[in-house]
Nanobody, 123 residues
Framework: QVQLVEAGGGFVQAGGALRLSCAAA????MGWLRQAAGKEREVVAA????????YYADSVKGRFTVARDNAKNTMYLQMSALKPEDTAVYYC????????????????????WGQGTQVTVSS
């Protein structure tokens, strides 16, 4: 069983920034997903096992940056220019893969999930 430990999140005003981190050991493709109240869980950013291939949802392109440090077994999500519509519970997710350059852009493709961390953006 993989344990994903998230840190970061919190309350910020619109236009502000936050950074999330997720610690996970192992050779996984990883992603950040979010779920707003009354909405389905969506992938906002995904990163391949090597870190060489990255995906962003259109709603966060140019504002969010995903990265990973495999030496530290940690993935990050730097969020800037935050909007009230970014308010959601954010989840770190991982899935094992033999392919170092594959990312996964669907929530259903992830096998393991963190506990989630709340991000609230006020207007």
């Amino acid at each position: 069983q993989v344990q994903l430990v998230e840190a970061g999140g919190g309350f910020v005003q619109a236009g502000g920034a936050l950074r999330l981190s997720c610690a996970a050991a192992g050779r996984y493709a990883m992603g950040w997903l979010r779920q707003a109240a009354g909405k389905e869980r969506e992938v906002v950013a995904a990163i391949s096992r090597s870190g060489g291939r990255i995906y962003y949802a259109d709603s966060v392109k140019g504002r969010f940056t995903v990265a990973r440090d495999n030496a530290k077994n940690t993935m990050y999500l730097q969020m800037s220019a935050l909007k009230p519509e970014d308010t959601a519970v954010y989840y770190c997710a991982a899935t094992p893969t033999r392919y170092s350059e594959t990312y996964y852009s669907l929530a259903s493709q992830y096998d393991y999930w963190g506990q989630g961390t709340q991000v609230t953006v006020s207007s």
